[in-house]
């Protein structure tokens, strides 16, 4: 996945994103059919979005620091598992 990619996925993500935010916005029923789901898609999109940015910035500071890159696979970075990404603060 190139940085192209990795920014398209990021554009998909927070669209998908705002759109469940704004469908709370809008009200309805916490018990509501279908609105648990929602939540829980919520937190998957917040979690690959991190991973997405801490990918993305990782290989712009390998490429900034001068360790090259391969054009099949810039800055040889791979995804974090979620739980090293959303466990940097803790």
Excluded at 59 to 65: I, K, M, S, V
């Amino acid at each position: 996945m190139n940085e192209k990619d990795i920014l398209a996925r990021i554009s998909e993500y927070v669209g998908e994103e705002q759109a469940l935010r704004d469908r709370y916005r809008r009200g309805g029923a916490e018990d509501e059919p279908g609105r648990e789901e929602e939540h829980r898609r919520l937190e998957q999109l917040e979690v690959a979005l991190d991973q997405c940015w801490d990918l993305l910035r990782r290989r712009r500071a390998r490429l900034e620091a001068g360790l090259g890159a391969d054009p099949q696979d810039p800055g040889g970075e791979r995804v974090r598992p979620p739980d090293e990404v959303e466990g940097y603060l803790q």
